[in-house]
């Protein structure tokens, strides 16, 4: 008999649910625009698969009405769940006028979106981190209850960028939640080949926070992580590391060929473990998912994504006077 751990964090059965069907959306629209992006449709795709679980437990884990989050690149699971669309995506890999992220001007996957609280990021990896330290300063010089929550790679976790963020952060105990997805590559560089220490949190000693490593592929330990850190930031008792460790199913962007720094074994192997997969076992097991519901939210899903490409393929490019909006000053 499966034992029931959503129960135990608080989570009913429609949220687990929820999470699920998350989950398996950022994945649909991630297949999607791979199949755009080969199909001479869209420029660019840096991918999420097999980071969904640690994006969504986590994402889950906040408040969506007022905490602020700051993102990188592959956190379509995150940003989803803090209120954007497949169409907002879709807009933005089609680099649409109506891309709520930039108007069609960043590269994909620099998510920003006021309304939701999504802090606009930049191709430079890690600079989010200081931003969102500064952004838990600002609220706390105010007196306002949220917190912010980044996210990097590991390879950015060797980034000025992190380690200054996260001292000051420590010293000023700031509300905020450091979350490094591992995925094992920077880029071509393996995980052994960038770290001296076991895990990316045992750095969190050094800047007077609590650091935890948890599995990446179980949403219910990332969602578990996640809250005793926001838990904690809020009753002001400062920062947290959390570091989910996963694999990163697909090649570094649609312009990278990782056949050329890991073996197909290797890659294989790694599917075994695909959160859509087991997590889906785990609620098929306590009867939350049955055969007719998964083919009514892939039916569902199917519908949704179908809907955003033909919106975003369809809707007007920016017009060319537009070059300077958000630029420089307007009247």
């Known amino acids: 008999m499966t034992e029931n751990r959503h129960h135990a964090l608080g ?21 999607r625009m791979w199949l755009l992006n080969r199909a001479g449709k869209i420029p660019f795709v840096i991918s999420c698969q097999g980071q969904e679980a640690a994006q969504v437990g986590a994402a889950y884990a906040l408040d969506r009405n007022k905490d602020y989050i700051l993102p990188y690149y592959r956190d379509m ?17 089609f680099a649409k006028a109506e891309d709520p992220n ?12 006021k ?22 300063l600002g609220g706390k010089m105010e007196g306002k209850d949220f917190v912010t929550f980044t996210t990097f790679g590991e390879g950015s976790s060797n980034q000025g960028d992190f380690h200054e963020g996260a001292n000051f952060a420590g010293v000023h105990k700031l509300p905020v939640i450091f979350m490094c997805e591992n995925n094992k590559y920077a880029i071509s560089v393996p995980i052994e080949k960038q770290l001296a220490c076991e895990n990316v949190s045992d750095r969190a000693i050094g800047y007077g926070m609590p650091g935890i490593t948890v599995d990446g592929n179980d949403p219910l330990a990332v969602y578990q992580a ?5 838990d904690r930031a809020r009753r002001g008792e400062g920062p947290s590391l959390v570091e989910t460790v996963s694999y990163r199913l697909t090649p570094h962007s649609s312009d990278d060929d990782d056949r050329a720094y890991r ?13 859509i997969y ?19 939210i892939e039916n569902e899903l199917a519908k949704i994504v179908d809907d955003a490409t033909d919106y975003a393929e369809q809707a007007p ?3 060319p006077e537009d070059l300077m909006k958000h630029v420089y000053a307007e009247e």
């Open 11 to 31: 989570l009913s059965d429609d949220t687990v649910l929820d999470m699920y069907k998350t989950m398996l959306l950022a994945r649909k629209i991630d297949e």
């Open 226 to 230: 996640v809250k005793e850190a926001a």
């Open 278 to 296: 087991t997590f889906a076992d785990y609620l098929r097991e306590l009867g939350i998912l049955t055969d007719e519901r998964q083919t009514s």
């Open 263 to 275: 073996p197909r074994e290797e890659v294989e192997e790694a599917k075994k473990l695909d959160a």
């Open 317 to 319: 490019y920016a017009d």
């Open 115 to 136: 309304k939701n609280r999504i802090v606009t990021g930049s191709s430079p990896v890690t600079t989010q981190v200081p931003h969102a330290v500064g952004i838990a």
């Open 77 to 93: 699971g995150v940003v989803l769940t803090f209120g954007m669309t497949a169409q907002d995506l879709m807009l933005s890999g």
């Open 102 to 113: 930039s108007g069609g001007r960043q590269m994909p996957g620099h998510f920003g979106q």
